[in-house]
T-cell receptor
Framework: GAGVSQTPSNKVTEKGKYVELRCDPI?????LYWYRQSLGQGPEFLIY????????DSGLPNDRFFAVRPEGSVSTLKIQRTERGDSAVYLC????????????FGSGTRLTVV | GQNIDQPTEMTATEGAIVQINCTYQ??????LFWYQQHAGEAPTFLSY????GLEEKGRFSSFLSRSKGYSYLLLKELQMKDSASYLC???????????FGAGTILRVKS
């Protein structure tokens, strides 16, 4: 597509529930990133995919968070047993090649855990 | 590790010039980025500096001093649409990821 698409744009869920956040990167972009942005803060790195594999998942806060990219295109970020502290905007970004930091961000999914 | 500092908020007048500073501490250096982020929107790439000096791009310029661990973003002929958060970011020493500052909220008033 023309840009990085993230769905849903907003998600409200109850504490303890499971959520999935989807990212459609720009067609042909091999590198895909997930970041999390809390109010008044800059984005924080979560995970980086090169193709289908998670090349670096060191930013995932704990084992409730998991992400996949089975066909090297669309990625899903999965959060189990959500907590109120998970409330944030989850941003996805993609770039055509690795080490290209001028990547394109999506508009994000605003997750609210109540 | 990396540490980035930028002012929290700034206010400037339409038509004026504003300078947004960023200081950083890194174990290695692979360049510095500036992003613009309007409220509720995605961050968009503004500039990338890897060598010392000023890079000019229209109304926006970015400066880097590696020896001082210092950068600034200069916005000229401010317009109301420039009201946004400006994020300074550096690549982490290892891996393909950026460390962002908390952002500077710029308010342009008429």
């Amino acid at each position: 597509g023309a840009g990085v698409s993230q769905t849903p744009s907003n998600k409200v869920t109850e504490k303890g529930k499971y959520v999935e956040l989807r990212c459609d990167p720009i067609s042909g972009h091999t590198a895909l990133y997930w970041y999390r942005q809390s109010l008044g803060q800059g984005p924080e790195f979560l995970i980086y995919f090169q193709g289908t594999g998670a090349a670096d998942d060191s930013g995932l806060p704990n084992d409730r968070f998991f992400a996949v990219r089975p066909e090297g295109s669309v990625s899903t970020l999965k959060i189990q047993r959500t907590e109120r502290g998970d409330s944030a905007v989850y941003l996805c970004a993609s770039s055509p090649v690795p080490n290209d930091y001028g990547y394109t961000f999506g508009s994000g999914t605003r997750l609210t855990v109540v | 590790g990396q540490n980035i500092d930028q002012p929290t908020e700034m206010t400037a007048t339409e038509g004026a010039i504003v300078q947004i500073n960023c200081t950083y501490q890194t174990s290695g250096f692979n360049g510095l980025f500036w992003y613009q982020q309007h409220a509720g929107e995605a961050p968009t790439f503004l500039s990338y500096n890897v060598l010392d000096g000023l890079e000019e791009k229209g109304r926006f310029s970015s400066f880097l001093s590696r020896s001082k661990g210092y950068s600034y973003l200069l916005l000229k002929e401010l317009q109301m649409k420039d009201s946004a958060s400006y994020l300074c970011a550096v690549p982490m020493e290892y891996g393909n990821k950026l460390v962002f500052g908390a952002g500077t909220i710029l308010r342009v008033k008429s």
